[in-house]
C-alpha cells in the first residue's frame, strides 16, 4: 500500500469515527435517548455501529420531537450509512472519487446532526 492511500485509508476512517460519535451524542439528546454500541477500535470492520445506526432510522419517528428534527437525524444517519458502504468501496478499489463521495456525505450528515443538536440543547434550555 502507498502511503498516500494508507493516510487518506486513516482519514477517512477517523472522519466516519467522529461522525459516528456526533450521531451518538445527538441521540443520547433526545427526549427518549437512543445508545449505540460503543466503537471498539475500527470503524472499517464494526457491522454493530452500522446495525446500530440503522436501527435509530427505524426508532426516530416514535421520537416526540418535530418532524424537521426527525428528518435531520434520519439524514445525518443516512449520510453516515451511505459513507460506511462507500468506504468498503475504497478498501477495495482505491478511486480517488469514492474518497470525494465520502466526504461529502460526512460533511452533509454532519450539518444535518449539528443542527439537531442545537435545537435539542436549546430545547433543554427553555
Known amino acids: 500500500m502507498s502511503d498516500e492511500f494508507e493516510r487518506e485509508t486513516q482519514n477517512l476512517g477517523n472522519a466516519l469515527l467522529g461522525i459516528y460519535i456526533l450521531i451518538t451524542r445527538v441521540c443520547g439528546l433526545l427526549p427518549i435517548p437512543i445508545s449505540l454500541p460503543d466503537f471498539e477500535g475500527d470503524v472499517l470492520h464494526s457491522e454493530r455501529m ?50 470525494l463521495e465520502i466526504r461529502i456525505n460526512l460533511v452533509t450528515g454532519a450539518d444535518a446532526l449539528h443542527t439537531v443538536a442545537h435545537e435539542l440543547i436549546d430545547s433543554q434550555d427553555e
Open 50 to 99: 452500522i446495525e446500530g445506526v440503522t436501527r435509530i432510522i427505524d426508532l426516530i419517528e416514535d421520537e416526540p420531537i418535530d418532524e424537521d428534527l426527525q428528518a435531520g437525524v434520519w439524514g445525518g444517519c443516512l449520510h453516515w450509512l451511505s459513507a460506511a458502504h462507500l468506504y468498503s468501496r475504497w478498501m477495495e478499489h482505491h478511486e480517488h472519487l469514492v474518497s
